[in-house]
């Protein structure tokens, strides 16, 4: 108990240090929650704490992406011997970006369809839109626009049906950028607009009045362009100086 009690406070010392962008010693920090981990072969723990790492040093912009693949391939095998079908998927997902990293998509597409698979078992909507987001970012990169549509709107669909607005939203706008990427203006000012009616409270909203006001002046409609790109400039500044004060 009482190395139990020691991981979560390394976990969260090293959780702060590399919030603070001294990653070298927030990584140590994490990394001797490991090892204590490691020796009371709580390999659960040891699975998620390695994921966490990997993540944490994604987050704060760690160039180290050897160290991150060692440390989630190391999740991944701990969540295979211990059958955790969850833990695997979500592994799968984080090494899919990786190999999206390394310009191999391939690969990436591998472990997509095998996250994709096992999410579907799990019946997890929620692992299900997340992969099939990561999908369509793969099929983006390939130059698979078409593609790429299919499973967007797909996974807006399901973050629609379960309710969670904020990446329905996030979703309506890649689908949007998409669509106005290929021409299909009308199409894209629909799912900005839906993005834009569950966001426009949000402090973030200024991102939809910017794609709404270039798809306006793309359709040579002026004054409302302007309407549009003005609320986005103001909202936009608001962001950064709340940002800037905290």
């Known amino acids: 108990n009482d190395k139990s009690g020691m991981v979560k406070v390394l976990n969260y010392q090293g959780n702060y240090y590399c919030s603070s962008r001294d990653i070298k010693k927030g990584r140590t920090l994490l990394m001797n929650a490991n090892n204590i981990l490691e020796e009371i072969e709580d ?11 990997g993540s944490v040093m994604i987050a704060n912009g760690s160039k180290d992406l050897g160290k991150v693949r060692d440390l ?11 059958k955790d079908n969850s833990g695997i998927a979500n592994q799968l997902g984080q090494l899919a970006w990786l190999h999206i990293n390394d310009g ?23 692992k299900i839109a997340g992969v099939l987001r990561t999908i369509s970012a793969v099929l983006e990169q390939k130059g698979d626009d078409y593609k790429s549509l299919k499973y967007q709107i797909e996974a807006k669909e399901i973050y629609s049906q379960i309710g969670n607005k904020f990446f329905e939203a996030i979703t309506s706008r ?11 203006l009308d199409k894209a000012m629909e799912y900005f607009q839906v993005g834009y009616k569950i966001n426009q409270t ?9 794609n709404i006001g270039i ?32």
């Open 43 to 53: 390999n659960r723990g040891l699975a998620y704490n390695c994921n966490i790492i």
């Open 72 to 82: 989630w391939e190391k999740s991944l095998t701990l969540y295979e011997n211990l």
């Open 104 to 126: 191999n998509f391939a690969d990436a597409m591998k472990n997509l369809k095998k996250a994709l698979s096992i999410s579907k078992r799990l019946g997890d909507k929620e």
């Open 174 to 184: 890649s689908i949007g950028i998409t669509y106005e990427k290929i021409g299909k």
């Open 202 to 210: 949000d402090q973030n909203s200024w991102w939809f009045e910017s």
């Open 215 to 246: 798809i306006l002046f793309k359709k040579r409609k002026y004054s409302e362009a302007i309407e549009f790109l003005n609320k986005a400039l103001s909202n936009s500044s608001a962001h950064d100086k709340q940002t800037d004060e905290l």
